[in-house]
């Protein structure tokens, strides 16, 4: 299997560097606190997005390319 037909070709490239957390609060009023929380919350929803995604990709992409190697063998006599 050539690097380009990799299953982790098939993945975007900006998922390497990860999802940044949430910036923090400047003051310490709970009103911003709790505007933290909420944003790194969604921080946290988008990474495990990503991830949910990837398995997905990279399983299919294994699927893909076993389904590959066993159509491509020979077979024996024809029924093998």
Avoid at 5 to 14: D, F, G, I, K, N
Avoid at 33 to 45: E, H, I, P, R, S
């Amino acid at each position: 299997m050539s690097a380009q037909s990799a299953c982790s070709t098939l993945l975007p490239t900006e998922w390497r560097a990860g999802v940044p957390g949430a910036d923090l609060p400047q003051g310490d009023s709970v009103g911003e606190w709790v505007a933290f929380g909420d944003a790194q919350t969604g921080q946290l929803d988008k990474s495990n997005d990503r991830y949910r995604a990837a398995v997905g990709i990279v399983e299919r992409c294994e699927t893909r390319d076993r389904e590959a190697v066993k159509r491509s063998r020979p077979k024996f006599l024809g029924i093998f």
